[in-house]
């Protein structure tokens, strides 16, 4: 999904345009990052499902101290490498995708959950008798910040590859590359 590139100096000055977006060249794909000027508010790869949702229509591209850790911290990362705290995030959702990436970023490097041991332990923390592996997998799939809030590292029942808004391949990458997963023979 394309959107509109507006570089109106004026009217950044002024606290317009709160969005400012900067490009990765990664190792699989091309990254888009979004920011509101202090956090990461997006990380998309290019054609993804939900692509920019969360990103406001006028944006501007502009190098920003967050853009500059969050580069550091992925070329660390596709090393293979764990590359530790991530840079200032702030994703935009609802209260309950919210506490899904909560969950999501305290993961791991290198480990995995599924979507009903999330379910499960959302549940227990919220009281709630019951919280689906559906819903969850929702929030998973509209994470707005991939790879910093790990949703690749949720796997389904028996571990089974399943959702990536990034495609099936990507997340396979991931994991090869975080040694989840045994190379192909």
Known sequence: MSRPKVSDPAAERSGAFMDFIWHYASPLGAVTLASDGTALTGLWFEGQKYYAETLASEYTERSLPVFGRAIEWLDIYFRGTDPGAPPPLSPAGTPFRRAVWAFLLR??????????SIARALSEKSGCERTSARAVGNAVGHNPISLFIPCHRVVGAGGRLTGYAGGLDRKRQLLLLEKVLPPKR
């Open 107 to 116: 993961v791991p490097y290198g480990h995995t959950v599924t979507y009903g």
